[in-house]
């Protein structure tokens, strides 16, 4: 039996970049950096496409510029705000089914990194 068509995930990973985000005052005053890992679930897809068209799939470069845009659009005072904003505005591209979004604080601490992990959607 021939195989023609799978579940598809989108994965961005290790995304890195300043973003104004916190409570504290050293946090208010500038950016820090962040981390973000992103699965977006595309459901079931053609193992090839029907043609080599980039426009026929969700460009990943759209992807991590809206990451980027969404994280460094204004100052937020919660990971957890700006999280679920990410995530909301990841479900709403076309095909997407599901997101799973983790956001990194680097340097909070000096022994570890600070995280939050949201999934929406199907998986």
Same mark, same amino acid.
């Given at each position: ?10 994965? &961005?990973?290790? &995304? =890195? ?12 005053? !500038? /950016? ?5 890992? !992103? ?5 079931? *897809?053609?193992?090839? /496409?029907?043609? #080599? ?9 759209? $992807?991590? +510029?809206?990451?980027? #845009?969404? @994280? ?9 705000? &700006? ?8 479900? *709403? ?6 997101? =799973? $979004? ?7 601490? #000096? #022994? @570890?990194? $600070?995280?939050? =992990? $949201?999934?929406?959607? +199907?998986?």
């Amino acid at each position: 039996m021939s195989h023609t068509t799978g579940n598809q995930t989108l994965q &961005l990973s290790g &995304l =890195r970049f300043n973003a104004n985000l916190g409570i504290l005052e050293s946090e208010k005053t !500038a /950016p820090q950096p962040i981390l973000v890992d !992103a699965e977006l679930n595309l459901g079931p *897809q053609p193992l090839e /496409p029907s043609d #080599d068209d980039i426009n026929h799939v969700l460009d990943y470069r759209k $992807v991590r +510029q809206i990451i980027i #845009d969404d @994280c460094t659009a204004e100052h937020v005072n919660l990971l957890e705000s &700006l999280i679920g904003k990410l995530a909301q505005r990841l479900m *709403q591209l076309p095909g997407v089914l599901g997101v =799973r $979004v983790k956001i990194a604080k680097l340097e909070i601490f #000096d #022994d @570890c990194e $600070v995280a939050i =992990r $949201v999934e929406t959607g +199907q998986w």
